[in-house]
């Protein structure tokens, strides 16, 4: 779930895994798998953002990793 405003300033909680689609036509409008548009203040990559963290949090997208990091972790090829 993610905390989003609406445009006449009420919070409310949106499941992030109904949003099929995101724009910005100035205003920022979110498409639910059901059809339902709702626009919000947050910018578009606000609510990108919020629901890539939301997913992270429930281990469906992995975690930033650095580069130093991956370089380490990869294996070495012996030709």
Known sequence: ?????RLNDDDFVLNAELIRYVEERPDTI????????VTVRESMQD???RTVEYHRSKFILP???SLESDAVALPQRHN
């Open 30 to 37: 979110i498409t639910l798998t059901s059809g339902e548009r």
């Open 63 to 65: 975690s930033p990793v």
């Open 47 to 49: 609510v990108v953002q």
């Open 1 to 5: 779930m993610i905390r989003l405003t």
